[in-house]
Each structure stands twice: as C-alpha cells, then as structure tokens.
C-alpha cells in the first residue's frame, strides 16, 4: 500500500506571516496612530515646562524625595512632593534640570511642541530639523557654561542646580585642561556654530570678488534661471544709467541721519548695481530667427506631423482642422529694445528725499535698496529697532509730497521680507510691449493649460498665471487707464497657446465696439447661441440667453463627468483622448471655456438679476467642467460688483481706479487709486497685491493676428452652445400680446412712462425694480394697448398719451372690455 503523505500548505502559512508584518508595518503608518504621537508631544511639552518651571521654586525641598523614591513607599513620596505636577513632575525636574542639563533643560519642551504641531498641524512654526540642531548645540553649551560659572563660585549656593550634573562634570573637565582658557573654548564654539547657522558671512560682506560686466547677451531677462550668480560692478562716472532690471542699494549711516541733506548726500558710500542675466528670447517651437514666414510655417508644420505620427492611436482634436498655423509672434509690433534708463541722479534725489522725510518724522533707517522696474522703482527700507511700522504707512502723503510724484505706494511690510517698500513711479517708463513677453521661453515653454501674460513685477520679472487655476478673474479700471488692452492682451495670450479645437470664447460686448475685432475668429474660436447671427453677444436679451445656455452647458458638462467618472475637465479628455469613452454614448472632447464680458455695469444696470444670477452659478460652479469667466467694469462700485459676484472671484486685477472707495470695493485694500494709469495694475491674489506693468498690444496688432486666423480655413460655424428657452411671453411680436392677461405692475409702468415722457425698458426696470425679461412683457403690452410706439432701435419708443388724465381714460376703457 503506498504511504499516504500530506503537504502542508505554505502559501497559507507565508500569507499568515506576511499579513503579521504588514500589520505590524501599517500601524505605523497609520494616521491615527501620527496623530495620537504628536498630541502627546504636545502635551509632554507642556508638562515638562511646568514641572521644570516648579522644581525651579520647590527643587530644594522635593530633592531627599526625588533621590530615595524608588527606597519608599510611592503613595508617600507623593504626599511628601511640593512639585505643582506631583512625584513625575518633580522627577522629571530633578533628572533633567539637577542631574544633566541644568537650566538649558528649558529648551526640550519647545522642541516637543514643534514637532508635535508639525505632525498633528502639518504646520511648521519653525524647521524641526533646524530647532534641534539649535536645541542640541545650546543644551550642552549652556549647561557647560552655567556649570562652569557654579565650579568657580566659592562656596555653596542656592543656584547650584543651573548647570546641572553634566554641565558640572564638564565643565571641571575642561578647567582641569584649559583653565580660563574654557571661557575662550566656549566664545569660539559659539561663534562657529552661528556662522554655520545662520550662514552670517554675509553680514560681514563675504561674497566673491565683483566681474566685469561686459555687455548683455540679449535685451530681456533671464527670468527662469534661478541660478545666476550676482554680478556687482562698482557705479562709475561711465555708467552711470541703469538698467530698469538692475537692484541699486544704499548704505545708510545712522550716525549721520541727524545732518542736512547736503551732509548726507556727501556721506552716501559708493553703489553696486546687479545685473541678472539675459532670457534668450528665442520660443519654444519657434527659430531664433526666422528667415521668412515660410520657413517659420514649415517648421510648425513639421512639429505637428511628428506629433501625429507618435500619436496615431490617440484621438487628436486638432485634427479637424490638421492645417491651422499658430499665429506668428512676428505679427507684433517689435518696438525699440533699448530701455528706458534711469539716472543715479534720480536714485539719489529719491533716495535723500525719503530718507530727509524720515529723519523730520523722527524715523531712523538703517540700509535702502532700490529695485528698479519698467514702471516703478520700488525702495526696500529696515528701519531702526523700536520703530512702528504703522508710524511709517502714515507717512504715504508726506513722502509723496517730498518726492512731487503721483502713485507712491508704500508696502509695509514686504510679505516675506523684513523689510518695507516703497514704491516711486520712474520719470521715463518703459513700454512693455507683447512681442517682447510672447517670445520670451517662459511664456512659449509654459505647459499650463490656460497661461495669460499679466504684465511685469516691479523686479523686472515676467509674470503668467493659469486661468485654469485661479479660475476666474475680475477686472477694474477707469476709463482710459489699460483695461481694454490687458483684455486684448488675455486673449491674444490664449489665441498663441491654444489650438482652436482647445479654446472657444464667449465675448459679450454690451459697448459694442471693444471686441468687434475678434469677429474674424468665429468659425475657429467664438462659441455663440443657436440661430444668432452675430458672435459677439451685444444684445442684452441674447446676453442673458447665452448666459443661461452656458449653465445649460455646464450641466450637461457636469452629466458627462459623472458618466465617466471623472473630477475635472483635465481627467475626462484625457480618458477621451486614450479611447476610454464611447462618443456614441455621447461623449466628446470638451474645449475650454472662457467667457468674457468688457463692461458689466451695463449689464447690471439694464437687467440686473437676470444677469448676476448666471454670472454668480457659473463662477461658483463651472471651474472643474473648464468655463471660466473674465469679468471687467470701469465702474467698481457695490451695485455693480455685489457680494454675490464678488464672493466667487477669488482673483481681481485692478487698474487705475477714481477713488479709494473703487479701489476697496475691488481689492478690499486701497492702493488702486494711486497707480499711474497706462496699464499700471494692481494684482490680487491669494491675500497679497501684485504691482505689475500690462504689456501694450496696439489696435492694428489684434487686427493683423485676427486676419491671419480668419483667412485660414475654419470649422463650418462657431461653437453652438445648447438651447435655452425662456419664459413665455419674451416674444417682441406685439400681436400676440394679451391684453386681458396684463402684468400686474401694467397700470403702474403706464404712469412712469406717462409722467417721464420716456417709453423706455431701462425706465420701468429703475423705477419699479424689475428684471429686464419682466419689463420687456411690459413694454410689449404698453405698446399694444397704444400707449407707446414701435421699437426704434436705439431710440426710446415714442409716448402716444401726453397727460394723466388720457391716461386713466385709457386704463378704464382696458378694464371695461
């Protein structure tokens, strides 16, 4: 008979031993579990703290406790202890503060609390890594130093315990060495630990010898090299210009802050100017020098073939329209790259002027810098210990009178700086043109996906932002002070990133005039309602038509992503892209959405609610499914910009506004009122303002780039976006009108138009607080019933009735039928 066997079943057996380990390896990783550590560090810290604090007062008597306590009863000992936090409290005390470390015990707690509040907060107050280097090196030096002071003191003290056993024993041990020599040991060890600690060679001026600067490689910045060494070259009698991108820095005396200007001018140290290097203006996708159009096209050409063909199993959208050409930046006007340069004798004059204002006010300052921008010179103060800061911001009008210069703005402090600015607009401003910052490779290599060019810092650095991030923008500015061309500039940005099958527009103009140059653009990046003739919105009732079709959008938008299982635009094309949706089930690629509206005030004076409420459920809701909206008025004011609309854009952009009143309403901070027009702005975003310079795009220049676009070939028709149906009754054909079913505020409405004389919608909407549709039904039956004429266009209608009386007459003579 063969031998039975059995085989054990070490698959089960390994997984049992493998199921311990990982058990064992996730209760560490376990949130909980980080979470528990770190409260108890915190609370360990506190406790600490206050026995330490204790055993300072009640050491002595709790000392024949804490060293027999483990020769007695514990329940004894404890009633015995004085300590505020019983028999562990003054153990605690006893070990860390008599038996090690002394008084430098004191510095454990604060270093359990940070890291506690690191784990638990995921905050740091400061770099745990840092606090323990600083909490180890001072635990040891301190004690030895304290311990060595107790060694030399004759005789017995009651302060004994400073240095604690530790600190006592080595500090015997090094005076056995050295002798007086300790106190020298300790000196040294303390300065080289805050030389590698604080890095404070450069306090003391320690940098590699200045270069000579030879020229520059290129007119603009090298604004994505963080790496560049500074270059300081002395400020000399032959070159004595500087560029706009250069940091100028003064040395201030304190002693002589006290003398007359002249005294100070004499005294000022000689100056060093840094010079970042140059951003090669050369584009991603683009020659450094095209030779002709052609070539340029040819090599675009030939990047998106290759495209293609590396993604031939891919859907690609852009196939459809596989021959449009990117507009060519050589399409912009290249204005001269010589920039405007600012005189050290300008620096100076401003430089004595601020700080001669200072020294009236009492105000004394320790070092200037000044940074000097395309617009701006911002002048970077420290003032002396045991100066307020709200004393200097007190000063704005002061120091803007002294320097007899308009938009000075003071920053204090600078966040992120223990510093406060001081901004000076320069006599001669540099023209920031869009050729310069569409050809610089910040912009062409950003892989954003909704990159807008914003303008330049006051440090000369080019700033983009992703409107697919901020999500929405709202703009401010008076008339005549840039806004029309940071909108030209927004969209020209986002015309030379995108493919048309990417990006559609959504432009209301309700002036009429601003965006009618992007009409050429409609079969290639204009979205707009079913059967309207025109793309760009400028009637107020297609206004509020496209606006609910664009929640219409959004919903059904919405629909798609939870079909596929998706949190955002980004994830459901990328599924598309790779086939993983069914376009049969109705799925399609989705282009991004940007709705821009030139001037809102209008909108809101004529159809109010009809209008914010659109507005305010697309910016709360349309950032994941890809609408974003762009938003200006040049009338800031809380009827115009409400709460409900000013809650869901997180990000505004402000330029020269009227008063500090407009500037608050948009900001929430003033500052606007001060800027100095010409594209000047002030950015808010993420609670910090942003002072750059918009760069300046010219009429023709949008015509030129909306002309090359237009005259290439295009889908069929611009964008349809869905349907909406409105209430009924919105019809204008005034032979539907019933007259037996009249609104309620009919009669009310025929007053007002009868006693103004005025057969306007805009009437009846401000008198009697109506919606814009409401008004229109109004309208319709007041004509019917023959007491206004026809619609004339732009007119108001024509009031049939002249007085009251033939008013009433008429109202009866309704009621009667």
Known sequence: MAEKTYKSNTYKKAKKTQQKKMASISFYKDKRFHLAGGFFLIVLSLYLMIAFISFIFTGQADQSVAEAVFDTDLKASGLEIENWLGLIGALAGYLFIYRWFGLASMLIPPLLFIIGVKIVFKRELVSPYKAFKFVAFFLIWTSVLLGYLVFRQEGPSPWSFLGGGVGFELAVLSDGLMGWGTILLLIFTLLVFLIYFFNITTFFHLKSSSKEVTGMEAPFPRLNDTSTPEKNVPLTRENDNLYDDESYSFDVDSSKQSSSKKDNKSGTPELEVDFPEVEDSSPSGFPAEPESHADYQLEVEEQREEKISSHMENYDPTLDLSSYRYPNPELLDAYDTQKVKVTKEELENNKDNIVETLINFKIGISSIK?????????????????????????????????????????????????????????????????????MTDRFMKSNQELPIILGKTVSNELYIADLAKMPHILIAGATGQGKSVGLNVLITSLIFKRHPSQLKFVLIDPKKVELTLYNKLERHFLAKIPNSDDAIITDTKKVIYTLNSLCIEMDKRYDLLKEAGCRNIKEYNHKFVHRKLNPQQGHRFLPYIVLIIDELADLMMTAGKEVENPIARLAQLARAIGIHLVVATQRPSVNVIT???????????????????????????????????????????????????CPFIDTHEVDEICDFIGSQRGYESAYVLPEFIGEEGDSSDVTEVDLKNRDTMFED??????????????????????????????????????????FEGSKAREVLIQDDYSLEQLLNNLDNK
């Open 370 to 438: 000044a940074t000097i921008g395309p617009t701006v010179t911002l002048y970077e103060i420290v003032p002396e210990a045991g100066i307020k800061i709200s004393k200097i911001k007190n000063l704005e009008d002061d120091i803007a009178l002294s320097l007899a210069a308009l938009g000075i703005r003071i920053i204090a402090p600078i966040p992120g700086k223990g510093t406060i600015g001081i901004e000076v607009p320069n006599k001669n401003r540099e023209i920031v043109s869009m050729n310069s910052v569409v």
């Open 643 to 693: 709460g409900i609309i000013k809650a869901n854009f997180p990000v505004r952009l402000s330029f020269r506004v009227t008063s500090k009143v407009d500037s608050r309403t948009i900001l929430d901070t003033g500052g606007a009122e001060q800027l100095v027009g010409q594209g000047d702005t002030l950015l808010s975003l993420n609670s910090e303002l942003i002072r750059l310079q």
């Open 749 to 790: 409405a025929a007053r007002v138009i009868v006693h103004h004389q005025q057969g306007s919608t805009s009437l009846i909407q401000r008198k009697l607080k109506l919606g814009y549709n409401r008004a229109g039904r109004i309208i319709d039956q007041l004509e019917a019933a023959g007491i206004v004429g026809p």
